[in-house]
């Protein structure tokens, strides 16, 4: 198959995050299948108008700001330039709305929509932007099959009118190769919680670092390690300060995946405090790695986690039940050590090149009713 995707970003762009693993896990298992796969994505600096990465052919166009308003001229051009059996449209910002310029058998694929959540992480007329963007999905899309990575988006797709028939679930896989258990690394001699992942506004990291105060009444000799980089660090630092615990949270920035891997393998917990997500990557990586999860039960998250099994879920937002279901956990190792042999039998549910087969037939069958 003749394959063209189309998203904001590729992994090698700075700003990219979960959406931009997930979609390249896929293609680059198609590609090494045998089909052609082009990705269409926004330029950054520094970064090439072409390239290669994993047997995808990238073009680079524009930039993270203006990608939305060039993008139909771009997929316009490269399809006059190319014969293609279908597209891929990742909308996991602005929907790029490709189906109102071009009649090829389009699969819309949707990590998550903001929805109201953008304003906790933007400002007002730039969330009023992205939300009202989100509005005419449902109409523009409305003969297309979708794609989505948990039963939540499904959920909320259906919600804004999307026949559940024309939806597929495609949960994320994760890289066995890298996250994966070993029995011979102990964890921190410090009780630690980890979080892993962006520093953004809506990913409600304050919630830890206010449950901290709590916990260590419990755990005296706790501490939090954050890691990450993002535009909410600065703000994040400033509320540690001012909470004195600057001896109990470490802020380890952007580090190396080897190191990243180690803080879960050895930390004692994993927090993922989100508002919404489409999925929770960072609940099953650290599963893997043999380290059990508390997360906020909101869309997406709540479908990563197997409660009581893999780790436990917390009303979001709600700093008291998170610490005392980390305190729960951190004092009583039997059972942590439960959740944590519970975390690798669910963690093992899942692989990319189960999610990249799923997505060929999906792909296979948008083709073929076409």
């Known amino acids: 198959m003749r394959i063209l995707a189309v998203n904001w970003q590729?992994?090698?762009?700075?700003?990219?995050?979960g959406a931009e693993?997930?979609?390249?896990?896929?293609?680059?298992?198609?590609?090494?299948?045998?089909?052609?796969?082009?990705?269409?994505?926004?330029?950054?600096p520094g970064g090439a108008r072409t390239d290669v990465s994993s047997g995808i052919n990238i073009y680079r166009r524009g930039s993270r700001h203006d990608f939305n308003w060039i993008a139909p001229f771009s997929i316009r051009k490269i399809l006059r330039s190319n014969?293609?059996?279908?597209?891929?449209?990742?909308?996991?910002?602005?929907?790029?709305?490709?189906?109102?310029?071009?009649?090829?058998?389009?699969?819309?694929?949707?990590p998550h929509l903001f929805a109201g959540a953008i304003f906790q992480e933007t400002n007002l007329l730039l969330g009023a932007y992205i939300f009202l963007a989100e509005k005419p999905v449902s109409y523009v899309y409305r003969n297309n099959r979708f794609m989505v990575i948990s039963g939540s988006t499904a959920e909320e797709l259906a919600g804004r009118g999307i026949p559940r028939e024309r939806i597929d679930v495609v949960e994320c896989g994760i890289d066995k190769e890298l996250y994966r258990f070993d029995p011979e690394i102990t964890k921190f001699e410090s009780p630690t919680l980890v979080y892993v992942g962006r520093l953004k506004k809506y990913k409600s990291i304050d919630s830890i670092i206010?449950?901290?105060?709590?916990?260590?009444?419990?755990?005296?000799?706790?501490r939090l390690v954050i890691v990450g980089s993002g535009s909410y660090r600065s703000a994040l630092e400033n509320l540690t300060e001012s909470l004195n615990l600057g001896n109990m949270v470490e802020f380890k920035?952007?580090?190396?995946e080897a190191e990243k891997v180690s803080y879960l393998r050895r930390s004692h917990l994993s927090v993922y405090p989100s508002l919404k997500e489409g999925w929770g990557l960072s609940n099953i990586e650290a599963n893997a790695c043999g380290t059990a999860?508390?997360?906020a039960n909101v869309p997406g998250l709540k479908d990563s986690v197997d409660p009581g099994k893999s780790g436990l879920?917390?009303?979001?937002?709600?700093?008291?039940?998170?610490?005392d279901l980390a305190i729960g956990i951190l004092q009583n190792d039997e059972y942590r050590r439960g959740l944590e042999m519970g975390g690798l039998r669910w963690a093992?549910?899942?692989s990319w090149d189960k999610a990249a087969r799923e997505t060929e037939t999906i792909i296979s069958r948008v083709i073929e009713s076409r």
């Open 10 to 17: 590729d992994l090698k762009n700075p700003q990219a995050g």
């Open 21 to 44: 693993v997930h979609l390249q896990e896929i293609l680059k298992r198609l590609a090494r299948t045998g089909h052609q796969v082009d990705l269409l994505c926004s330029n950054f």
């Open 83 to 110: 014969r293609y059996d279908i597209v891929l449209e990742d909308i996991n910002k602005i929907p790029f709305y490709s189906p109102l310029y071009q009649k090829l058998p389009t699969l819309v694929i949707v």
């Open 210 to 222: 206010s449950a901290m105060p709590l916990i260590r009444e419990a755990v005296p000799n706790v």
């Open 253 to 256: 920035g952007h580090i190396p």
């Open 293 to 295: 999860v508390l997360a």
């Open 313 to 323: 879920l917390f009303e979001y937002g709600n700093v008291k039940q998170l610490s």
């Open 348 to 350: 093992a549910n899942f």
